[in-house]
């Protein structure tokens, strides 16, 4: 049987993108893994940023409360929108160069790894606050009103009643921007994380066959994200819920 | 006269420069029905809005057994625990099974045990014969069978007044008749309640008292028996003669 694996002397292209999958078939496993921890690890963890900022700016106060809590509530709302100004006006790249020196130059020893987890973090939670605030303006406010006419309380109303529907209406977003740092975490290179576009780069150069390369991590990426779109695809259809229902029947007998 | 609940003391309501209110004075006392009627934009639903401190007046008081209802989230919340309020629009939540809708409030509100929340739920959806779905969702249900939901779900938090801000206004015909009669039946237990209808029959019929308003003011108080045969205001009479008309 032919081993395509076992090719000693690649002539075109194709050959030269197997020969070098195995050969540095290590390095981008490697890369492969960590692109995938700092994208899962950075999205989670941006997903949660993006939820609190998204709450902090829909929340409200009533005329009534003490002046200090409606001043302070107004003062982390600003913070929160500058926050997120800031992180949607500027590339990541360039947020990855000035977040991982401007810490190392503070004197705190970051690794690359942490630095481009935490980049990935402020940048996704800059874009999920957006998402999760249009989410909630998404929600008929009728929903509201029906649990304060019963006493809930705003935050109570949001935890119970407003976020679960949001976050149902904006999983296909959230699906987007997991994809979106799958492949953004490549500019994570340029703060030299051993990502899988750092594997290419180094693999390529061994050989100077940068072409072939490349192309070997196009695939990887390609197959990732379209493995996960279709494992979002399946989860969103389970997460629409049944269709039917069925009749309690022993309550059937009302009167 | 037994005691008030409820006194609305000189209410004044703005929308920019359109006033929505006008000096509504209204005392609401335990046990009595009372039906507030009148033509679209004439503030009914501000008025019930704002007596569930949903809508912020402009000025003047709302007053609970004779304390005055704050602008403090804390106070607002105690006080919405214990006056129900019915929507036209039903608001069910719709992440939630009818059963989980009839059980949230009591359980995060009154702290109910589950078992107790789970009993009441059933009681009043029982009663207004909507136990059978408990599982369905309100996307599921009719128009009709989400207002008896959200009738049952107001009743669990045992209110001492229910608001229905025009409970079949947003319903097809065959379906009022469904959410007047469970209305009917909850008159005849003693419930305080307030409604802003259009249904002059059930008015008429239901009401110890009824309220006509126009332009912002209450044009008329008195009771049903005498505001329907013989209204002193004008306006009440040309309104209710549209109504017979029709």
């Known amino acids: 049987m032919l081993n395509i694996f076992a090719i000693e002397n690649p002539e075109n292209s194709m050959e030269w993108m197997i020969f070098l999958a195995n050969k540095y078939a290590g390095m981008f496993w490697k890369g492969t893994g960590l692109t995938l921890f700092i994208a899962v690890l950075g999205t989670l963890l941006g997903f949660l940023v993006g939820y609190v900022i998204g709450m902090i700016q829909d929340a409200q106060t009533s005329p009534g409360d003490h002046v200090i809590r409606r001043l302070l509530l107004k ?39 942490s630095a481009g987890i935490l980049v990935t973090v402020l940048n996704t939670g800059a874009y999920m606050a957006e998402t999760v605030r249009a989410g909630i303006g998404s929600i008929d406010q009728g929903q509201r009103e ?110 | 006269m037994s005691e008030t609940i409820i006194s609305v003391q000189n209410l004044n309501k703005t929308f920019g420069d359109h006033e929505v209110l006008r000096k509504i004075d209204m005392d609401i006392h335990v046990g009595e029905i009372i039906c507030i009627v009148g033509s679209s934009g004439s503030g009914k639903s501000t008025l019930l809005r704002c007596m569930n401190r949903l809508e912020h007046q402009t000025s003047g008081k709302i007053m609970f057994y004779g304390k005055e209802v704050r602008d403090v989230q804390r106070e607002i919340n105690e006080y919405r625990s214990r006056v129900g309020m019915v929507f036209q629009s039903f608001n069910l939540f719709h992440n939630m099974t009818v059963l989980e809708n009839c059980m949230l409030c009591t359980r995060k509100v009154l702290h109910l045990v589950k078992e107790e929340a789970f009993d009441r739920a059933i009681t009043h959806l029982k009663a207004v ?30 209110p001492e007044v229910l608001l229905f801000d025009e409970p079949t206004s947003a319903l097809d ?55 329907f045969t013989n209204p002193k205001n004008s306006r009440t009479r040309e309104f209710l003669s549209r109504y017979l008309a029709g």
């Open chain 1, 146 to 255: 029906g649990a304060w006419a019963m006493g809930m309380s705003p935050m109570k109303t949001m935890v119970y009643i407003v976020l679960p529907q949001a976050f149902k209406n904006i999983i296909p977003e959230m699906a987007n921007t997991f994809l979106t740092n799958l492949k953004m975490t490549s500019v994570l290179n340029v703060i030299a994380v051993q990502e899988l576009f750092m594997a290419a780069k180094t693999v390529g150069g061994n050989y100077y066959k940068y072409f072939e390369s490349y192309l070997v991590i196009a695939v990887i990426y390609f197959v990732l994200c379209f493995a996960f779109n279709k494992v979002f695809n399946f989860l969103e259809k389970r997460m629409s819920g049944k269709s039917d229902y069925a009749l309690a029947a022993e309550y059937m007998d009302n009167d």
């Open chain 2, 173 to 227: 015909p065959e379906m009022v008749g469904e959410v007047l009669n469970v209305m009917k039946k909850l008159a005849v237990t003693g419930l305080t309640m307030v409604i802003v209808t259009h249904e002059m029959a059930f008015a008429r019929d239901v009401s110890t008292r009824t309220i006509f308003m126009d332009g912002g003011y209450v044009a008329e108080d008195a009771p049903p028996a005498r505001l």
């Open chain 1, 75 to 113: 003062l982390i709302k600003f913070a929160a929108a500058v926050y997120v100004e800031i992180f949607r006006d500027t590339p990541m790249i360039v947020q990855a160069m000035i977040i991982y020196f401007g810490i190392r130059q503070a004197g705190v020893e970051i690794t690359p790894v």
């Open chain 2, 129 to 158: 014969g909507m136990a059978p779905y408990i599982n369905a969702r309100p996307s599921q249900l009719s128009g009709g069978q989400k207002q008896r939901v959200a009738i049952a779900r107001a009743l669990c938090m045992n």
